[in-house]
């Protein structure tokens, strides 16, 4: 499956920010999907991810409490809420999809087959 992530931008700190991750095919209902970001000189790193039936979400803690993720299978879309945003929450954020993925895998961008290009996200101070 081809993914398209957007909705990125440039805002002050406090701000929020609606991510989408669009998918091109309607099979999109059948698969797990994770949100990384990647800061320069960093590492990828999980942010949250969503089960295709939206039974399961999870996050990392540094953003638990302030992001949030949904889904809505009938426009194969995935959403990222970001709330209260922080300069440290700067980053390319990705969503990344899998069918065969496992609950304790999650975690690891190596585990998934399809990446979006991604949508930068600049939170200044």
């Known amino acids: 499956v081809q993914l398209q992530a957007s909705g990125g931008g440039l805002v002050q700190a406090g701000a929020s920010l609606r991510l989408s991750c669009t998918a091109s095919e309607g099979t999109f209902r059948n698969y797990r999907v994770g949100w990384f970001r990647q800061a320069p000189g960093k590492e990828r790193e999980f942010v949250s991810f969503?089960?295709?039936?939206?039974?399961?979400?999870t996050y990392a803690d540094s953003v638990k409490g302030r992001f949030t993720v949904s889904r809505d299978n009938a426009e194969n879309t995935v959403l990222l809420q970001l709330n209260s945003l922080k300069p440290e929450d700067s980053a390319v954020y990705y969503c990344?999809?899998?069918?065969?993925?496992?609950?304790?895998?999650?975690?690891?961008?190596?585990?998934?087959?399809?990446w979006g290009q991604g949508t930068l996200v600049t939170v200044s101070s």
């Open positions: 990344a999809a899998s069918t065969s993925i496992i609950w304790s895998s999650i975690r690891y961008p190596r585990n998934y087959a399809s």
């Open positions: 969503i089960e295709w039936n939206s039974r399961r979400t």
